[in-house]
């Protein structure tokens, strides 16, 4: 009976571990490589970007993903960063989108690959408030493509203007979301506020 | 049914319409028809890839989608449309139950263009412009001989509803409405029109509500 019941605890030990490296599983896919240092970066390459990233999920606290068109963990508890899932937050989407740095002070521009785990230091309301070198805030009735709108708790950048006024909006949304393109009407809505990146070139 | 910030529209039949947006498992927008008492009818993936606002059109559900930017019906004689046959069928305005449709047409922030149309030919239009920046607009429907459009303006601080009753020679009627929208909801679904009786969707941290705004009796 000893015998059977420390088969059953070290087994139950054993379910667990395997549950807390499920955790873990698709960051062990990402890298941290040193991004690429670049002298262009078009709004058009924004958007293909932010494109490709569509439907590789949703992770808070994230920013790494592949180019499979799919969330490999879809069921994570939302607003745990240790679950490890994949996909970036809406922060972290627009910091690698936008190619930023990771030091707030440089306003340079980063290429960083879809599989670098990179998050940068910036939360949506850093982003609203034009935190960092690279960003500022601008008037939301002249925010363009690849401009984006900021709350305190969201950031969503513009894919293109649209018909009745609204935008659509390429944006990490939340878990059950995960990322794709939405049509929103953050442009008028006073809780968000226009921010951009400087340094674009063309 | 994914929970996401859908938009609903209820048929003259009873029949319900659920548009439900992109989610993690289901990577296309996907519409929804139900009976009166709530069983399924059908399910159907839209032919783009976003949806701004679901409406009923003389056929049944007819959906506003990008990047086509186009109304698409979703369904004919209660039989769902596949992708194909939507996309063939799109309109640039909003179908109505008369054979006609609207069209809303934005020239930058500051102008606001809308036409009722009988085919290809305009049968009257409007220019509605604004020094304050136009946002949204949120529903453009014929009461009558009018039009009801609510439409949003907004500064980089504030935002309100402007709500508009057109006539042939103008505007006959004109008023402002709070917004509260203390909750997210789907994007162009926050007015609807009944008879002579707007609804407003609201919410507060208390929780949601409708109000309803009584328009004058039309002409």
């Known amino acids: ?202 | 049914m994914s929970g996401g910030l859908a938009d609903f529209a209820v048929e003259p039949d009873g029949t319900m319409d659920v548009l439900e947006p992109p989610n993690r498992l289901t990577p296309a927008p996907l519409l929804r028809s139900f009976r009166s008492d709530g069983t399924a009818r059908w399910t159907q993936r839209l032919a783009d890839r976003t949806w701004a606002k679901l409406a009923v059109g003389p056929e049944g559900p007819t959906v506003l989608q990008q990047p086509s930017e186009q109304w698409l019906p979703a369904a004919e004689q209660g039989t769902a449309l596949y992708r194909g046959a939507q996309a063939a069928r799109g309109r640039p305005g909003r179908p109505l139950a008369n054979g006609r449709e609207v069209v809303v047409d934005r020239v930058g922030s500051s102008e606001l263009r809308i036409a009722e149309l009988a085919g290809n030919a305009v049968v009257r239009s409007w220019r509605v412009t604004s020094e304050t920046p136009l946002g949204e607009v949120q529903l453009a429907e014929p009461r009558g001989n009018e039009l009801v459009v609510v439409l949003k303006t907004y500064t980089d601080e504030r935002a309100e509803y402007v709500v508009l009753v057109l006539r042939q020679r103008g505007s006959a009627e004109r008023f402002s409405v709070e917004p509260s929208e203390w909750a997210e909801s789907a994007p162009l679904a926050r007015f609807r029109l009944a008879g002579s009786s707007l609804y407003q969707l609201g919410s507060t941290a208390a929780g949601a509500f409708v109000d309803r705004f009584d328009l004058k009796e039309s002409r």
């Not at chain 1, 062990?28 to 991004?35: G, I, R, V």
């Not at chain 1, 293909?48 to 592949?66: D, F």
């Not at chain 1, 599989?115 to 949506?124: D, E, I, Q, S």
Request: glycine letters at 14%.
């Open chain 1, 1 to 202: 009976m000893k015998i059977f019941l420390l088969a059953l605890g070290a087994g139950l030990l054993l379910a667990g571990a395997n549950g807390a490296q499920a955790y873990h599983r698709f960051w062990t896919n990402c890298n941290y490589d040193s991004p690429t240092f670049m002298t262009t970066m078009t709004r058009d390459a924004g958007q293909s970007y932010a494109n490709a990233a569509r439907y590789e999920g949703y992770q808070w606290g994230g920013g790494c993903w592949n180019y499979d068109d799919v969330d490999s963990y879809p069921s994570d508890a939302p607003g745990d960063p240790s679950t490890h899932g994949e996909g970036g937050d809406c922060s972290g989407l627009t910091f690698k989108t936008w190619r930023e740095s990771t030091d707030e002070w440089r306003d340079g521009r980063y290429y960083w690959r879809a599989l670098r785990n990179v998050h940068g230091p910036y939360t949506a309301g850093d982003f609203k408030n034009g935190v960092g070198a690279p960003n500022h805030v601008v008037a939301k009735a002249t925010a363009g493509v690849m401009d984006a709108f900021a709350s305190s708790s969201h950031i969503g950048m513009v894919f293109t203007r649209s018909l009745y006024g609204g935008d659509q909006i390429v944006e990490a949304k939340c878990e059950a979301c995960g990322t794709n393109i939405f049509y929103r009407t953050y442009r008028s809505d006073p809780s968000y506020g226009g921010v951009a990146r400087w340094g674009w070139t063309g």
